[in-house]
């Protein structure tokens, strides 16, 4: 099944983990994917490491997937960072011969101290065109969009203008970074239309639980904004340790109460946009993903 078929009908609806790094978290994560197939989501997608370096258990996780007893489909995640052409075309094979055929093309994060992806492939631009050259059709490729524009490029323009190419090269559908500025999603939105994008666009949603973790996620790597009300949410929480830096949970709770709702007016407002698709990034938990979609109704929506 495609789905950009799918996203023709109905907004797609999916989730987001990555692979464990033991055979305890795994164990756990198998007991997480059980909660949320409750959901019904159309795709769980699975991170992937640099060069690879997670593959085995990348390539687990989707067979689990593949495997459940539901009609959910993984996607796997799959990066140029340090990754040759005979060895993305050795390890594509293996993901057909497991019966994956799904994945999102990034040119993936740099390690610490490069400055270029080490591998025959320097933009995802150019690891969709292999793919497709040798592949051609078998796998449909998602390809990421940054409403706010990639930290590397000069401006939203260009970035646009690279999110162009990739639709030329044959991407599917767009799968988005995080972003809790609506304002500048809906700008975004609007934009690549304008500029000739006709691909579905799949909207990746990061919860609001956890004070340092919005910070972190915010600025380390993706240079997103922090719009007003989020910072507010976030003023009002600052201070969530007592004098002697012992925690004060009652802090953390009130904090992620105040940023859940936030989250389920994002996806309100994402829904009422007419996005194709809802991507949550789940964490490798359920409590979160669950409280989130039971007040925003979305097991509703999807059913």
């Given at each position: 099944?495609?789905?950009?078929?799918i996203m023709k009908k109905r907004t797609m609806f999916s989730f987001e983990v990555f692979p464990p790094k033991t055979d305890e978290a795994m164990v756990k994560l198998g007991k997480t994917l059980e909660h949320l197939y409750e959901f019904k989501p159309d795709y769980i997608s699975c991170t992937y490491g640099a060069g690879g370096s997670n593959v085995g258990r990348n390539l687990e996780v989707c067979k689990k997937i593949k495997e459940a007893d539901n009609d959910t489909i993984p996607v796997t995640h799959f990066t140029c960072v340090g990754n040759t052409k005979e060895g993305v075309k050795e390890q594509l094979q293996n993901y057909?011969?497991?019966?994956?055929?799904?994945?999102?093309?990034?040119?993936?994060?740099?390690?610490?101290?490069?400055?270029?992806?080490?591998?025959?492939?320097?933009?995802?631009?150019?690891?969709?065109?292999?793919?497709?050259?040798?592949?051609?059709?078998?796998?449909?490729?998602?390809?990421?969009?940054?409403?706010?524009?990639?930290?590397?490029?000069?401006?939203?323009?260009?970035?646009?203008?690279?999110?162009?190419?990739?639709?030329?090269?044959?991407?599917?559908?767009?799968?988005?970074?995080?972003?809790?500025?609506?304002?500048?999603?809906?700008?975004?939105?609007?934009?690549?239309?304008?500029?000739?994008?006709?691909?579905?666009?799949?909207?990746?949603?990061?919860?609001?639980?956890?004070?340092?973790?919005?910070?972190?996620?915010?600025?380390?790597?993706?240079?997103?904004?922090?719009?007003?009300?989020?910072?507010?949410?976030?003023?009002?929480?600052?201070?969530?340790?007592?004098?002697?830096?012992?925690?004060?949970?009652?802090?953390?709770?009130?904090?992620?109460?105040?940023?859940?709702?936030?989250?389920?007016?994002?996806?309100?407002?994402?829904?009422?946009?007419?996005?194709?698709?809802?991507?949550?990034?789940?964490?490798?938990?359920?409590?979160?993903?669950?409280?989130?979609?039971?007040?925003?109704?979305?097991?509703?929506?999807?059913?």
């Amino acid at each position: 099944m495609k789905l950009t078929d799918i996203m023709k009908k109905r907004t797609m609806f999916s989730f987001e983990v990555f692979p464990p790094k033991t055979d305890e978290a795994m164990v756990k994560l198998g007991k997480t994917l059980e909660h949320l197939y409750e959901f019904k989501p159309d795709y769980i997608s699975c991170t992937y490491g640099a060069g690879g370096s997670n593959v085995g258990r990348n390539l687990e996780v989707c067979k689990k997937i593949k495997e459940a007893d539901n009609d959910t489909i993984p996607v796997t995640h799959f990066t140029c960072v340090g990754n040759t052409k005979e060895g993305v075309k050795e390890q594509l094979q293996n993901y057909l011969d497991n019966g994956i055929n799904h994945m999102l093309a990034l040119r993936g994060d740099l390690p610490y101290g490069w400055t270029g992806t080490n591998g025959d492939f320097a933009y995802a631009t150019d690891l969709l065109a292999y793919v497709r050259k040798e592949f051609g059709d078998q796998f449909e490729i998602a390809v990421s969009g940054s409403p706010e524009g990639h930290i590397t490029c000069g401006t939203l323009e260009a970035d646009i203008a690279h999110l162009k190419q990739k639709q030329d090269e044959g991407a599917d559908y767009i799968m988005t970074q995080l972003t809790y500025d609506m304002e500048q999603f809906k700008y975004w939105f609007d934009t690549i239309r304008k500029a000739g994008i006709t691909l579905p666009v799949d909207v990746g949603v990061m919860p609001v639980v956890n004070k340092d973790s919005v910070i972190n996620m915010c600025l380390s790597r993706n240079g997103s904004a922090i719009p007003r009300k989020l910072a507010e949410i976030i003023s009002h929480h600052w201070f969530d340790k007592d004098p002697d830096g012992n925690p004060l949970p009652e802090v953390k709770e009130a904090f992620r109460e105040e940023g859940i709702n936030y989250t389920v007016n994002q996806l309100h407002e994402y829904m009422a946009i007419g996005v194709d698709g809802i991507h949550l990034y789940a964490m490798n938990t359920w409590k979160n993903s669950t409280e989130i979609l039971n007040r925003a109704g979305i097991r509703t929506l999807v059913n």
